[in-house]
């Protein structure tokens, strides 16, 4: 029946009646026991599945994309670039969320009582974090380099956390596969060639029950959520985030994408849906890859060759979302506990977030934990997590949606520089699948 129907809105139909159903759960005693039992296994499986093509799909696209390449100086241009325009949309990023929680002020918005409502209630929670946070910080500060570099390929093949030293060692393999003579390289070429077909195939098959996933994961995620108080104490927080996120959404990318690639915003929008829908429902950017990718090469037109490098590595280090929302969080705190950031301080929590969001993992509630190092900086207590971390999942899966966003949009702007933006195949999962079966 859901055949016809465009994914985006397959996806979109199954979050909401998820929604419904949650809320529908949360009416009866027990109700909420019943969709977490019976339901969100579902949701988990279907994360699982994802995460679980995370990293052979990194392997096999990334050696099959360095290898094309061909020389080594193509490589490195296409590495510079890439890292480049991340750093710059980074800090585009921050930027705005500054500008809107100056000017919204939302730390002003809460009292005294609920602001002492909130240390007591997730005091603890925030103390977790510190601890956790504490411990990347304790090792000095070229840790972030030393932790790139794996001592054991399947070490760190073995956790999705660790997603940028595979993808070290991925790109290092690809430098030896170029630099070895062709009749040596061929095989190895081939058979990744062949791997990575598979892989893409079996995301399409994963894709399919997509609609299904989100449906589950969003019933979850009602029937598991805390009252709405909260909301209304937090409000004017949340909406300068979402305020900052949706101009980085409905502005930036798209007037970026005319001006940079000449494609319409809304080709790119309504191409891109998918995989902002299963970042909102998943809230890790590392599970949506594989959407992702099939998203920004199939439906944007980006050359495999780009869209194998640039996703993986914004996936884990471009987050513009995590870093408008430290940033706006950084600030909205301090003002909370009654002191307005000074324009140095503002400057600080730039460099800060940029680095804060390339460290943060591309899973859920990543940003939160590395926002510490940027309340650190600008001097307030990393106790003050506790006043955001009520709500903190919601803005999780909004700033997820963004930072996918903000990697498709960087890789339609690298593609383009490097004569490499074509039309899209425009080919829905589905549709073949469909067709096959049909048959
Ligand atoms: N969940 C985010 C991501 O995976 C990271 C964050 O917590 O901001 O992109």
Request: net charge negative; glycine share 8%.
């Amino acid at each position: 029946m859901m055949k016809n129907i465009p994914l985006h809105w397959q996806i979109l139909i199954g979050m909401l009646l998820g929604v419904l159903v949650g809320l529908a759960a949360l009416q009866f005693s027990n109700g909420n026991v019943f969709v977490i039992n019976w339901v969100k296994p579902f949701g988990t499986i279907f994360i699982n599945l994802l995460k679980l093509m995370a990293i052979p799909l990194i392997i096999s696209s990334l050696i099959k994309g360095v290898s094309d390449l061909k020389d080594l100086s193509s490589l490195s241009k296409l590495g510079l670039r890439t890292i480049s325009i991340y750093i710059i949309t980074t800090i585009i990023a921050i930027s705005v969320g500054l500008v809107v929680v100056n000017t919204i002020k939302p730390g002003h918005f809460v009292n005294e009582t609920t602001r002492e409502e909130l240390m007591a209630s997730f005091g603890k929670d925030a103390a977790d974090k510190q601890t956790a946070a504490e411990e990347t910080k304790s090792k000095g500060p070229l840790q972030m380099l030393v932790d790139i570099v794996p001592d054991n390929i399947f070490g760190a093949a073995s956790s999705n956390g660790n997603m940028l030293q595979v993808i070290f060692f991925v790109i290092f393999f690809g430098i030896g596969l170029i630099l070895i003579p062709t009749e040596a390289s061929a095989p190895v070429k081939a058979f990744f060639d062949a791997f990575n077909e598979v892989i893409l195939k079996m995301i399409d098959l994963v894709m399919l029950v997509a609609p299904y996933g989100v449906f589950a994961l969003m019933a979850a995620l009602v029937a598991e959520s805390p009252g709405m108080d909260i909301f209304t104490a937090l409000g004017a927080y949340a909406l300068t985030v979402i305020l900052g996120l949706a101009i980085l959404l409905f502005v930036i990318y798209p007037i970026g994408v005319k001006l940079f690639t000449g494609k319409s915003p809304v080709f790119f929008l309504k191409n891109i849906s998918p995989a902002q829908l299963v970042a909102f429902s998943t809230s890790s950017s590392a599970a949506t890859l594989p959407v992702t990718m099939e998203r920004v090469e199939e439906h944007l037109g980006v050359d495999r060759q780009v869209t194998s490098f640039v996703c993986p590595v914004g996936a884990t280090i471009n987050m513009d979302g995590t870093s408008l929302y430290q940033g706006v969080a950084a600030v909205f705190i301090s003002q909370a506990f009654g002191h307005d950031v000074t324009f140095g301080e503002q400057m600080t929590i730039i460099f800060t977030a940029l680095l804060a969001s390339i460290g943060s993992a591309a899973v859920p509630g990543a940003g939160l934990l590395m926002l510490v190092i940027v309340l650190e900086s600008i001097g307030v207590s990393p106790a003050g997590l506790a006043l955001i971390f009520a709500i903190d999942r919601p803005l999780d899966m909004l700033r997820t949606s963004v930072n996918v966003t903000g990697d498709a949009f960087v890789a339609m702007v690298v593609a383009k520089s490097v004569g490499k933006l074509g039309d899209p195949h425009v080919k829905e999962w589905d549709d073949t699948y469909h067709a096959k079966s049909e048959k």
